[in-house]
């Protein structure tokens, strides 16, 4: 199985080196065309933490996507993600792909300048067939909040800044039939826990759109599904997903439903649960590290055995926009409120404030343990 890793490994780097390459050759019989864009933001932060000292940091974070098309049917696509951290710097996710692609320019105490391809691939479709190859964001996920489906890139949240989500090293397969329905497989090598092989099914039918999954994910067999319509003038979401241990160690279950309106006022609400068998029951001070922490899997998408969600959104003027995500943990009694005020400054520029606040039962004492203030200013182009 080493062996077989090493080989998927080096052909994997081979094909992502081979795509700049194609370039040149392409070109020769192709009028190829690329595009361009990105944003550039600035995030100083505040947190103030109850049993450790305050922290000041500031992100400088650029996005750079771009796409290159070779006639109808070749596409290659690259994203780069960049961001400069001075103050207390924050710990920063590393790279959990098969080919690591995130690099330290600088690292310093207080400055470090970090840039990750998260993004690589190399795309071919004709017809209703789809191939892709590389580092790409495989999106199962049908619900708003919580994807029990999304094995391959599970994130988080509460994790405001990476609105892109992380990506996978895939190889991927995608065939569109008739009357909405398509069939997907995907193949994820890794060096850590062997390799997953999943496949996803999707139909529409009684005016829902379904979808069913089947996986051998890493060491475990996975059955699932998901769906999404409405119930009148409401939206009605959930998805589910069932381990079932090969080891016969522990099977679990994840599943999360929501429901979502919108009134002619402008209100938008929105209400999800969360079931998660790996969950706790009890409260523990790791609940809180392990949320903001990004320590997230299809498995366990909250530390919380059950949780609780309720967003509300409404203009406030055109420009102005206001939101509130109240979430609670049952069991491990974690309560978190998030505030949001966006102003749209013009079609390149917009800025927010937003706060979060984390409340936690430690030892019988409920209380405010986090208290994190954002400034968020973006710069698209």
Known sequence: MERLLMILKNKFLFILLLIPISFNGLSQNLKPTFSLNGYVKYLPAFMDYSFFESENNNLIHNRLNMRGYFGDNLSVGLEIRNRVFFGDIPSIEGDNGLVNMSYYVVREEKFVLHSMIDRFWLKYQKDKIEISVGRQRVNWGVNTIWNNNDLFNAYNFIDFDYIERPGSDVIRLIY???????????????????????????LNSFGYDFQILAANYFEDIVIGGGWAGNIKNAGFKGELSYFIDKENIKNSLSFSTSVDYSTKNGFYFLGSYLYNSNGQNESNFLS??????NVLSPKNLMPSKQSYLLQVSKPITPPLN????????QGI?????????????NSRL????????????????????????YLQIKYSF
């Open 288 to 293: 809180l590290m392990n949320i903001n922490a």
């Open 176 to 202: 569109s039939g008739d009357n909405l329905s398509s069939l997907e497989l995907v193949y994820l090598p890794s060096e850590r826990k062997g390799y997953s092989l999943a496949g996803l099914y999707k």
């Open 350 to 373: 917009d800025a927010g404030i937003i706060s979060q606040f984390f409340f936690l039962d430690n030892f019988g004492d409920f209380k405010n343990i986090l208290k994190g203030y």
């Open 333 to 345: 009694k974690l309560l978190y409120i998030s505030p949001t005020f966006s102003y749209d400054i």
């Open 322 to 329: 206001s939101s509130l995500n109240i979430l609670y943990g």
